[in-house]
DNA sequence: GATCATACATTTCCTCGGGAAACTAAGGAA
DNA sequence: TTCCTTAGTTTCCCGAGGAAATGTATGATC
């Protein structure tokens, strides 16, 4: 609870050994630039509270001098809620201070309607509250609700979402008087993101984007350990960048658009057109990819092809570091990684292209995930 | 002298002045949010050291209480040196602390040799220097060098120059020995960028981008005061951003790079091919346009539309607060301005068509201003 | 096995930055 | 005049964190 008003050094250093694991004392200060003193200062009031705990001697014991005691941030000593709110279903993640999930649950909605919705997020709430209960685990700390759209975590409200038909929602409100527990919104690609900065694939880079494909395609942007928002609230917006070409239109009403080109939406369509199945699926698409379909497969590394576009745009724009590609278009991600590749590799432009590429399974419950850790951050890092 | 070890609310008080102009003590206080003795107290010593001065009363007199009293940078404290570096020639200002330039001076350069480069750069300096001394004005404090490529301005070294063909050349290391003064490099759209965010259409925005229009296509990101500079050093390669079709071929060998379509080079020679003319020049071009030809405004259509997928796309990543389109290429910008900011507004997603499209006329000197920013800023935000 | 070297950790002391609040300054209004 | 209001200054104080002396636990050395 006293997470929240320790000086600057004493988030410092809780930070640090959030991102790198446990640590000497000795190595905290040489990577924060704190004096030992400082360290050993700060460090008592977390240990107190159990923010930190001692975990003994480090498995490559020096040779000689004092052996160090490793610090590591005590996971359990806080435990948070993730709720990710599709236009169907809540999934939703119990989750410790490192974001590690300790139990899961999905609901489907049964109607978009703003009571409706926040009825059944408090029901999931309260489902995982009892699981953590019966776990032996101390109370939820505070809620964390992602959802795709226009979000301003800031106020906690909804501006606009686009699959719920919802605009200008108070959410984290209205969840929190109807759970008793602090509640943080934030969208949900973004929270994947700080996800990722914390507890991923972007510790410790100076920049990094995260892309999901699905049935849409999203991006989050971190820069220097802050996640871009955008000014009016937009950010990322891969899925419309429009490189795609002329002739598909998407559903924001241009053609080009990444996402009527690469969504699994798009993707299953043409495949259906390439087919001449009206009623192929998604899955069966894949199944005639790899047996060797040529058309199918042209649809694959056609989609390939867009994404590899859209991923140097980010690159020549940003610059990152790394890219990291996720999300359940990814179970198809072989047939058409090579195709990203090569035309990621052709159009980076110059020392861009040194970006390095990685894929991540999505797991279902990592988007949940992300609430989970947007709500543990605001207790480390309680900027802004 | 004494900027660079002042405590950090010295320099935001600095920074706090420099950005929004003179301002009496008690509102600087209330924009940096330090208490009124603080603002006192580290006021003092700034004024003692003339890099603030007292202007008397503001304009617009308070009704009772007090009167106030303004105070500013002392623009004249300081002097610096920027100097462009094109492939043909070089272009230097002197400027003061504010980046106001005071004098400029062209010269063409005969080889692209790296020593004749800076003994060229050298005698430029010598010749602002001269100029200095003529208007009484005081020793240059540094010397601002901005060239187009990959430039580590840590490290001082150009990395790599297209227009000059040069590959790892430490550069500030060379014209520091030369000339005897402190000098820095930086990419020129950085420069660029960082001019317009302390001093020009960028000041107190959280987040823009600038977009240069001329032989090729560049752009500067700002996010939160920070200018992104890019993990391998690239970043804002709006020239090659893959959104222009596949009819023209880049420089860099790919198809659809913005570069290829938008750039002068490239309407030029679009232009040429639609009139059947293969002399003529962009001036023509733009007089032939302006009289009607409706093959030749074609070309700028054209042009004005991949510019607007381009500026779209800028928009869509990373939701700037404001593009700043500048550039030689803005000379014939109404031609094809309507084109752009239709095609922007129709790709621009959601709410990130909210932002807020500038035309910045660009003089010579405006590149070389970007160097002496860049100069300035080392002294009052000696960050990294 | 006593001593030493070494590196980790703690404690003590001190400096410095900036806030709180009392105080001074300078004008207008009653 | 006196009072009110806002600007700016001074004084006092507290908290954060660095420097450096001190304490501590190990292996190495004689």
New binding site residues.
């Given amino acids: 609870m006293t997470l929240a008003d320790q000086?600057?050094?004493?988030a410092l250093v809780f930070q640090t050994l959030l991102a790198h694991g446990p640590l000497?004392?000795?190595?905290v200060g040489r990577r924060t630039?704190?004096?030992?003193?400082?360290?050993?200062?700060?460090?008592a009031p977390l240990l107190a509270d159990g923010w930190i705990t001692e975990l003994g001697r480090p498995a490559v014991e020096?040779?000689?001098?004092?052996?160090?005691?490793l610090i590591a941030v005590h996971a359990g000593r806080a435990r948070f809620v993730g709720v990710k709110v599709t236009g169907d279903e809540l999934i939703g993640v119990l989750a410790d201070l490192t974001a590690q999930p300790l139990a899961t649950a999905r609901t489907a909605l049964a109607s978009r309607d703003v009571g409706n919705v926040v009825l059944a997020i408090a029901r999931l709430v309260g489902e995982l509250r009892a699981e953590a209960d019966a776990m032996g685990e101390r109370e939820v700390h505070s809620i964390g609700v992602t959802i795709s759209g226009d979000v301003d975590g800031q106020t906690g409200t909804v501006q606009y979402s686009p699959f719920l038909d919802w605009r200008r929602v108070p959410l984290a409100q209205l969840v929190e008087t109807a759970t008793g527990t602090p509640t943080v919104i934030e969208n949900d690609v973004r929270a994947l993101t700080v996800a990722e900065q914390w507890f991923g694939a972007g510790v410790g880079l100076s920049s990094f984007a995260v892309v999901t494909v699905g049935a849409g395609i999203g991006c989050g942007i971190s820069i220097g350990g802050r996640v871009v928002s955008g000014a009016h609230g937009v950010s990322g917006e891969v899925g419309h960048l429009p490189v795609g070409g002329t002739d598909r239109v998407c559903t924001c009403g241009n053609t080009g658009c990444v996402e009527a080109v690469a969504s699994t939406h798009a993707i299953t369509e043409q495949a259906r057109q390439a087919s001449g199945d009206p009623a192929l699926t998604m899955d069966e698409a894949v199944r005639l990819a790899h047996a060797g379909d040529g058309a199918v497969r042209a649809v694959f590394s056609h989609a390939g092809h867009v994404m590899g576009l859209a991923l140097a745009s980010v690159a020549n724009l940003i610059g990152p570091e790394r890219i990291i590609i996720s999300g359940e278009g990814v179970a198809s991600y072989d047939l058409y990684e090579d195709q990203i590749r090569q035309t990621f590799a052709a159009h980076a432009f110059g020392a861009a292209s040194e970006c390095d590429l990685v894929v991540r399974p999505l797991p279902f419950e990592e988007w949940a995930r992300g609430g989970a850790a947007v709500a543990a951050q605001r207790l480390f890092a309680p900027t802004k």
Same sequence: chains 1, 2.
């Fill in positions: 000086p600057p050094a004493g000497t004392r000795a190595e630039g704190l004096s030992p003193g400082a360290v050993t200062k700060v460090t020096r040779a000689n001098g004092r052996p160090a005691t």
